[in-house]
């Protein structure tokens, strides 16, 4: 023994071989009981049974992992309701919307996939993807246009059958739906609108453009700035990892206010797994009894399924389609020509041409001015990260000109 009753550097070399060595055996056990269990019972031979009877502890471990990875792998399967299943369900939402006082609709990702903005975690969305080791390919967001889902929330709010809308998503396209500011709460920003936090209250820039091809993670400066007091205009997204402080695109306040009164909340799109951290948009404060009613549509598993009043297994854009003809309501047809952006957006002064390459939205595309063409962005923007880039027919539409 070494003095002070610490063991001798060799002593303390020679346990650290016996822990290895354990920690070894433990490993090949390990795998030697992995290969049996994907074994047939009835292909086993009776070493290997013995070899399972002395391991029981392993054999545990290992069957409760595999049942995680299946939980897991059910959970991001897509399931589709069938046809007459779903119109049921539908039927038994619109009286919900029929009845409700105060609806509130949260919205994430999967409503704009209909107009060719991947999602985060269906088959082909931006983590699925990733996870796979598969490369993102950009998107031009310039050409997207508000979809059925979009148009037909914007027609709901109108007839006041939905008192507000909070959105994860930052592609805009509520906005430019028609639905009024007022009535939106863009939780993780918009891509076409930069602020100058300098000015009292906070000055807002909406452009026709995606304001956030210089900025990232923690670094928000767009490149222009303030008219009025000259300051740097920063973008409005909220990265993963950020809390968003801004009052406006996020408006938090209108959000939590409209989720304290509400006694229905109709969930679109969104796997939740973001939304469910946000403790005020649940009133987990009040009992279980006085909580508004949930309701769900979503292909994939949500944890908040289980405290759902009804879930859907559908697409967003069949969902309401189906729910608006139950209601009576003609959906609104997308007009670009009438699109709000084009009166809401500030212009570049002079100079300030040069200062993105983003493609501009215009009314159409021969309206497109030659030089503002540019190259497809080398980001897509979802739901607050931005990433370099059905179950039944949907309604029969006709896109207006």
């Known amino acids: 023994m070494a003095a002070g009753g610490g063991l001798s550097r060799s002593e303390r070399k020679a346990a650290e071989r016996v822990r290895r060595l354990r920690e070894e055996q433990q490993r ?158 863009e939780l993780h920003g918009n891509m076409y609108i930069e602020v100058c936090t300098s000015c009292i209250p906070n000055r807002e820039y909406v452009r026709v453009f995606d304001v956030t091809e210089r900025t990232a993670l923690h670094r928000h400066h767009t490149g222009r700035t303030c008219h009025k007091c000259g300051t740097q205009l920063r973008d409005t997204i909220v990265h993963f990892g950020e809390r968003g402080t801004l009052g406006q695109p996020l408006n938090w306040e209108a959000a939590t206010e409209a989720a304290s009164k509400a006694d229905t909340i109709l969930c679109l799109g969104s796997s939740l797994k973001v939304l469910k951290k946000y403790p005020c948009l649940w009133c ?26 009804l879930k859907l297994h559908g697409k967003c854009d069949d969902v309401m389609q189906l729910l608006m003809d139950e209601l009576g309501l003609e959906i609104p047809l997308y007009n670009r020509w009438q699109d709000p952006i084009f009166s809401l957006a500030t212009p570049l002064r002079a100079g300030e041409e040069s200062s993105h390459s983003r493609k501009s939205l215009c009314r159409s595309r021969e309206e497109a001015p030659q030089g503002d063409q540019g190259a497809p962005p080398s980001s897509v923007p979802i739901l607050g990260g931005w990433f370099g880039r059905g179950c039944a027919k949907r309604g029969k539409r006709k896109k207006a000109t």
Do not use: F
């Open 284 to 309: 987990m404060t009040k009992p279980p009894s006085r909580r508004p009613k949930l309701y769900i549509v979503n292909l994939q598993w949500t944890p908040k399924d289980d405290w759902a009043a």
């Open 28 to 185: 090949e056990r390990l795998r030697q009981v992995s290969r049996i269990l994907r074994k047939a019972a009835a292909e086993r031979s009776a070493e290997e049974g013995r070899v399972l009877a002395e391991s029981a502890d392993l054999v545990t471990e290992l069957q409760g992992r595999s049942r995680r990875r299946e939980g897991l792998k059910r959970r991001q399967e897509e399931v589709c309701d069938d046809p007459e299943e779903l119109r049921r369900k539908v039927r038994e939402l619109a009286g919900a919307v029929r009845n409700a006082k105060h609806l509130v609709v949260y919205t994430g990702a999967g409503i704009s996939t209909a107009a060719s903005i991947p999602d985060y975690r269906g088959p082909n969305g931006v983590w699925t993807l990733l996870q796979k080791g598969r490369s993102v390919s950009a998107a031009d967001l310039s050409e997207a246009e508000p979809t059925l889902t979009h148009m037909s929330i914007t027609r709901l709010h109108e007839q006041k059958l939905v008192q507000h809308v909070v959105s994860q998503n930052c592609d805009g396209l509520h906005l430019r739906s028609g639905l009024p500011r007022t009535a939106i709460s």
